[in-house]
């Protein structure tokens, strides 16, 4: 058996693959030289046609740009009409800002349980969680999985609740035979490099309700009516600020990165499927490791790839084999510890709802390296690696 790194042997590989990484292109850095040289930096056309070809991409009506993920789900928040006194309920797997967004407006989170098999918002959990200051469901397509749609619209609409689509890891996945633009009320995404496409640091909010569209257009531009574009073009300097709002902006130059980022996302989706077939059919044979679950009335995305050990069969718990892979420089990550874990959400004594099913399943969970630059040696890299850290802990 061949002795593991941690241990004094060689490295399954010698330089660190890390779990995510951006491709950036010639024409890509074109794109971006060329707004340079223009008259705009901020907000100009490029935003504007970044908006439409998103829209148009993610079959939805309305795409408003914004300044990263973060700031997008701060502006559906909003757009959602989310304020003090109000409550939201937020999946309990998935990143910080999923749930933070629905604090910077004031309002009170409940967190809901995941399916064991999607690591999705339970929504036979979510009836539970509704009160008369319930407002809102912000779900996530955990992996990039489409969360139940269907279910969570039939919860929305009966309860009066406005439907929010965390989707930082689902472009271009579909639900259903449908795209994702049409599911929820309002729908983020975020392009941090790690994402499907990257501007760097930047976001969208997608919905089909014109309303909800003004809001967001107001909120990423300190609750102004207008935008300095607008007002050249209507040859006036008059503006008024309607509402509080923040500097939330995109930049032209950014915009143009993912104008030419998203002419890739399809080649880029068909490698990560690619790439999550090759890992399923490997785990498939490892009985240590417990494969992602693909429901068969929907497509990932392939965001990340998330297994989940089985550690009746192992001797070391997910922090040694953390330790041992990244030892093999294969660079592995975990995503997330279940958000009411964290001590903000602990503060004021033990948050609301329930996360039992997210904080047993995080005990066992383990991000590998997924993105499209990844050779076919890489994946082999990393399956060998995981066989062999599983076989020297196999109990
Ligand atoms: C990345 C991510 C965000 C935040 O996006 P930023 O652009 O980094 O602010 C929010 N939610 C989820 C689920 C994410 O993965």
């Given at each position: 058996?061949?002795?593991?790194?941690?241990?004094?042997?060689?490295?399954?590989?010698?330089?660190?693959?890390?779990?995510?990484?951006?491709?950036?292109?010639?024409?890509?850095?074109?794109?971006?030289?060329?707004?340079?040289?223009?008259?705009?930096?901020?907000?100009?056309?490029?935003?504007?046609?970044?908006?439409?070809?998103f829209a148009e991409q993610i079959g939805a009506r309305f795409?408003?740009?914004?300044?990263?993920?973060?700031?997008?789900?701060?502006?559906?928040?909003?757009?959602?009409?989310?304020?003090?006194?109000?409550?939201?309920?937020?999946?309990?797997?998935?990143?910080?800002?999923?749930?933070?967004?629905?604090?910077?407006?004031?309002?009170?989170?409940?967190?809901?349980?995941?399916?064991?098999?999607?690591?999705?918002?339970?929504?036979?959990?979510?009836?539970?969680?509704?009160?008369?200051?319930?407002?809102?469901?912000?779900?996530?397509?955990?992996?990039?999985?489409?969360?139940?749609?269907?279910?969570?619209?039939?919860?929305?609409?009966?309860?009066?609740?406005?439907?929010?689509?965390?989707?930082?890891?689902?472009?271009?996945?579909?639900?259903?035979?449908?795209?994702?633009?049409?599911?929820?009320?309002?729908?983020?995404?975020?392009?941090?490099?790690?994402?499907?496409?990257?501007?760097?640091?930047?976001?969208?909010?997608?919905?089909?309700?014109?309303?909800?569209?003004?809001?967001?257009?107001?909120?990423?531009?300190?609750?102004l009516s207008s935008d300095h574009h607008q007002r050249e073009?209507?040859?006036?300097?008059?503006?008024?600020?309607?509402?509080?709002?923040?500097?939330?902006?995109?930049?032209?130059?950014?915009?143009?990165?993912?104008?030419?980022?998203?002419?890739?996302?399809?080649?880029?989706?068909?490698?990560?499927?690619?790439?999550?077939?090759?890992?399923?059919?490997?785990?498939?044979?490892?009985?240590?490791?417990?494969?992602?679950?693909?429901?068969?009335?929907?497509?990932?995305?392939?965001?990340?790839?998330?297994?989940?050990?089985?550690?009746?069969?192992?001797?070391?718990?997910?922090?040694?084999?953390?330790?041992?892979l990244r030892a093999e420089n294969i660079g592995v990550n975990?995503?997330?510890?279940?958000?009411?874990?964290?001590?903000?959400?602990?503060?004021?004594?033990?948050?609301?709802?329930?996360?039992?099913?997210?904080?047993?399943?995080?005990?066992?969970?383990?991000?590998?390296?997924?993105?499209?630059?990844?050779?076919?040696?890489?994946?082999?890299?990393?399956?060998?690696?995981?066989?062999?850290?599983?076989?020297?802990?196999?109990?």
């Amino acid at each position: 058996m061949a002795r593991l790194a941690i241990e004094g042997g060689s490295p399954a590989r010698s330089q660190l693959l890390p779990y995510g990484r951006q491709t950036v292109d010639e024409s890509d850095i074109d794109a971006v030289v060329q707004v340079l040289r223009s008259d705009w930096l901020t907000t100009g056309p490029k935003v504007a046609e970044f908006e439409a070809a998103f829209a148009e991409q993610i079959g939805a009506r309305f795409a408003v740009a914004v300044s990263n993920g973060t700031a997008a789900l701060h502006a559906a928040a909003y757009a959602a009409g989310l304020g003090p006194g109000d409550s939201a309920i937020v999946t309990a797997m998935t990143f910080v800002a999923s749930a933070n967004c629905v604090r910077y407006q004031g309002a009170d989170v409940q967190f809901c349980d995941v399916r064991r098999d999607t690591l999705n918002i339970d929504t036979t959990l979510v009836e539970s969680l509704i009160s008369p200051v319930t407002s809102a469901i912000v779900a996530v397509d955990f992996t990039g999985q489409p969360a139940d749609f269907d279910e969570l619209r039939m919860l929305a609409d009966a309860h009066g609740l406005i439907l929010i689509e965390d989707a930082a890891h689902a472009v271009g996945a579909t639900y259903r035979g449908r795209p994702l633009g049409a599911l929820a009320d309002l729908a983020t995404f975020s392009f941090h490099p790690v994402k499907h496409i990257t501007t760097g640091e930047g976001g969208m909010v997608t919905t089909n309700n014109p309303e909800f569209a003004a809001r967001l257009r107001t909120f990423r531009n300190h609750g102004l009516s207008s935008d300095h574009h607008q007002r050249e073009s209507a040859g006036t300097w008059e503006y008024q600020m309607v509402d509080l709002g923040y500097n939330y902006r995109i930049t032209d130059f950014q915009s143009a990165l993912g104008l030419s980022q998203l002419t890739k996302l399809e080649g880029w989706l068909a490698r990560r499927r690619s790439i999550a077939r090759k890992y399923q059919a490997a785990f498939a044979g490892m009985p240590e490791v417990e494969a992602p679950t693909e429901l068969s009335d929907r497509t990932s995305a392939w965001h990340i790839y998330v297994i989940r050990f089985n550690l009746d069969l192992l001797r070391v718990g997910r922090a040694d084999i953390y330790k041992a892979l990244r030892a093999e420089n294969i660079g592995v990550n975990v995503h997330y510890r279940p958000v009411p874990c964290q001590p903000y959400y602990q503060r004021s004594g033990p948050p609301r709802g329930h996360w039992a099913v997210a904080a047993a399943e995080y005990e066992r969970m383990l991000t590998l390296p997924i993105f499209p630059a990844m050779s076919d040696a890489d994946v082999d890299d990393v399956i060998g690696a995981v066989a062999k850290v599983v076989q020297h802990y196999r109990r």
